[in-house]
């Protein structure tokens, strides 16, 4: 997939993978379907989607993406930023 | 490497006993990697992210080193990083402060602060750590300035975070052994703070 640019507004999938069957899944439920922006790419790793069941797993990118707090739980805000690691296959460019 | 049947006491010793043979025999594992494996888990603790630290608030070097690459700079003060994942490093500042918390599991900087405390892994502290971390942090009895901006880093894949504390005053012209005996486990997850006072809050000395 295209490398995502620090500062890239993205989407994180609305997706339930673990609704359809066994799943092993390193983006938590609170992000899913919210906007945030690309800080940064930290590396590439094996999807641990794949590794978590031993299958052969491909590398994919992942990124540091920042989001407001405001934008995921009611007041009172308490955080000011919630940076969270999501891998690339998870985000979709606005 | 055979293990002496009088430390087969559970079943459990028994089979991790009879794997390690069966891995031997196939030559997966050599006795001198298991070794090193261990020697290198024995001594990872929160004293080596503390010597990290002190060094980062001597050296300007080591400072932007251990910023740009956790991992390079816990290997350049002899920290064994073979095998973990990379680590990061979060660097407060007046005006800004982080917190680490791991809201899927526990995925801690094992090599440089040792075995998470019990509290890191319980379910009240990943689900508050990202909703309410000024209230979190407060109950620590850590005082931060009002506009103090507050970033959580949720630690849910391939790297893993540390704190690394601003340097306390009143600790001009100390040494790097005393600065590190100042860095407690908390104040690299972001719970606390290091202070040179003795009223500071303590972080937990349990691990689980």
């Known amino acids: 997939m295209t490398r995502l640019g620090p500062g890239t507004r993205v989407i994180v999938r609305d997706d339930w993978p673990e609704t359809r069957g066994e799943a092993h899944i390193r983006t938590p439920h609170y992000v899913r379907g919210r906007e945030g922006v690309v800080v940064r790419h930290l590396g590439n790793f094996p999807n641990p989607e794949d590794l978590a ?15 407001d707090p405001n934008t995921l739980w009611p007041p009172p805000r308490s955080a000011d930023v919630l940076l969270v690691e999501i891998f690339g296959h998870w985000l979709e460019a606005r | 490497m055979t293990t002496p049947p009088d430390l087969l006491a559970t079943p459990a010793e028994a089979l991790f006993a009879a794997l390690l043979d069966v891995l031997a025999a196939k030559g997966v594992v050599r006795e001198a990697e298991l070794a090193a494996r261990i020697a290198a888990t024995d001594a990872a603790s929160p004293a080596q992210g503390a010597r990290m630290v002190a060094r980062a608030w001597v050296d300007p070097t080591y400072r932007a080193l251990m910023l740009a690459d956790g991992t390079r700079a816990a290997e350049a003060l002899g920290i064994p990083m073979l095998g973990a994942p990379p680590l990061g490093v979060l660097e407060n500042r007046p005006g800004l402060h982080h917190l680490v918390v791991c809201t899927l599991c526990s995925c801690y900087p094992r090599a440089v602060l040792g075995y ?15 909703r309410d971390p000024r209230g979190v942090i407060a109950e620590w009895g850590t005082m931060l300035a009002p506009d103090t901006e507050i970033v ?29 005996a100042l860095v407690r486990e908390g104040d690299m997850i972001g719970v606390t703070v290091p202070s040179p006072g003795p009223a500071r809050a303590r972080p937990s000395a349990a691990t689980g």
């Open chain 1, 53 to 67: 069941f031993a299958r052969p797993a491909a590398t994919v990118p992942l990124y540091h993406v920042r989001f």
């Open chain 2, 116 to 130: 998470p405390p019990f509290w890191f892994k319980s379910a009240a502290y990943r689900a508050r750590a990202v």
């Open chain 2, 152 to 180: 959580v880093v949720d630690s849910t894949a391939d790297y893993r975070w540390m704190v690394l504390p601003s340097r306390p005053d009143g600790t001009d012209g100390w040494d790097e052994a005393a600065l590190a």
